[in-house]
């Protein structure tokens, strides 16, 4: 276990510091700025457990973005039906009665209904449907929510981060200023002018989160911070994943932290001016260079929405480390598979025909069908990368094998 926890510590260490050479000298006056953003606020949520998670960020004067969802469909469609039933009396006195400095109301789609296509594999409230549509959905809500806490609601958060360019010409449209998706989901389309926060890590990783972004140590790096109620094992022992008390822990540690500023999303987008299109697609590319990485191998600095010119550094080293990876694990599959081959197949004509061609069919299958998803991962890349290893030990072996026999027959002849 220390092994293999030095192993990675040594790779990630190796992966920064060719990455992050020539970035120049930091400022020692540089702010972290971590967002902490909390979706799914609705009908559902736990009055008490809430009003325990507000009063913390009282406690220590930490801002906080809660992505509201303002209505419950009434009918499961996803058309605005008059019968939807909005945000109760008691969840909005809540919010009213949060210090506005503290808490920003963010607008988390309409009724966070999902809706499924043949061609969708993914939970999406937006992407798919009408623009008129969309703008409807979006403005009945944004209304709502602005007359009910007499408030600007500026920042959208679309469901499962999933949107498309007509929920953007929405927003746009209806007076928002940036979005809030993630970058596995995120989209980017440069024709309409927003500002991007996506959520960059959980409440798992937050001191790895701040330790990368020291290493940067940019003027304008960002942690957006997502949770979700849910994720707190005194609401949800299934699925819950952290507690009241390590919430308060992190909390306590990131306020004795020097160099750490807090802002609501709507601050950091009044604050920053580069969070543009370009950093944004810049980021995705950046962190889908190591999706193909197991986790034990990605780096921390993937918690950090960096900057463009990072990204694109970091972007580059991510797909040469990729590669030399899969190119290990081709070549010891290879090697392994060789030596078995010989060991079991040596005198088994049946069995060598049986592994020589199941497993490219294998490999070809496996290929076709994680292609059907468009979102293969590390999992499929790496059962991929070892079906290959194991057809190319196979063939090589074989063609090895026969071509020692003719040699051997050969010099036979000449004798």
């Known amino acids: 276990m220390h092994l293999n926890k030095s192993v990675k510590y040594i790779l990630i260490s190796i992966f920064l510091l060719i990455a992050l050479a020539g970035f120049g000298n930091a400022q020692p006056d540089n702010k972290i700025t971590i967002v902490l953003r909390m979706d799914d606020y609705s009908n559902f949520t736990s009055d008490s457990f809430i009003i325990q998670i507000l009063d913390l960020f009282n406690k220590h004067n930490i801002a906080c973005t809660f992505g509201v969802i303002p209505y419950l469909s009434a009918t499961g469609g996803h058309n605005v039906d008059p019968n939807d039933t909005p945000l109760s009396k008691s969840k909005i006195n809540i919010l009213k009665e949060a210090d506005s400095h503290i808490l920003e109301v963010a607008l988390h789609g309409y009724s966070h209904q999902a809706r499924h296509t043949c061609f969708q594999k993914y939970r999406t409230e937006f992407n798919g449907i009408d623009y008129i549509n969309q703008v409807k959905r979006i403005d009945k809500g944004k209304i709502f929510l602005e007359y009910m806490l007499n408030t600007t609601v500026k920042t959208f958060i679309p469901p499962w981060s999933t949107y498309d360019l007509d929920t953007l010409k929405a927003i746009n449209k209806l007076g928002f200023h940036s979005i809030s998706s993630d970058a596995e989901q995120g989209r980017v389309f440069k024709s309409v002018n927003l500002k991007y926060l996506p959520a960059t890590t959980t409440l798992q990783y937050v001191k790895e989160a701040v330790q990368a972004a020291r290493i940067l140590q ?19 022992r299934e699925h819950g994943i952290t507690t009241y008390k390590a919430l308060s822990d992190n909390l306590n540690w990131l306020t004795r932290q020097d160099d750490i500023q807090f802002l609501t999303l709507g601050q950091a987008a009044d604050k920053f001016n580069k969070l543009d299109a370009d950093r944004f697609s810049s980021y995705i590319s950046f962190i889908r260079s190591y999706s193909f990485l197991p986790p034990f191998f990605r780096p921390n600095i993937r918690h950090v929405y960096v900057n463009t010119h990072t990204s694109s550094r970091l972007r580059i080293m991510g797909w040469i480390f990729t590669s030399i990876f899969y190119i290990i694990i081709i070549f010891l599959t290879i090697s392994l598979t060789s030596i078995i081959f010989q060991l079991l197949c040596k005198r088994s004509i049946v069995l060598q025909t049986i592994v020589r061609y199941t497993a490219p069919s294998l490999m070809l299958l496996f290929l076709f069908i994680a292609l059907q998803d468009l979102l293969m991962g590390y999992k499929e890349a790496l059962l991929l990368a070892v079906f290959f290893g194991i057809s190319a ?23």
């Open 218 to 236: 940019d003027k304008d790096n960002i942690i957006v911070i997502l949770f979700h109620l849910y994720d707190f094992m005194e609401l949800s």
């Open 393 to 415: 030990g196979t063939w090589r072996t074989m063609l090895t094998t026969r071509l020692g026999k003719l040699y051997h027959s050969f010099t036979l002849l000449q004798k």
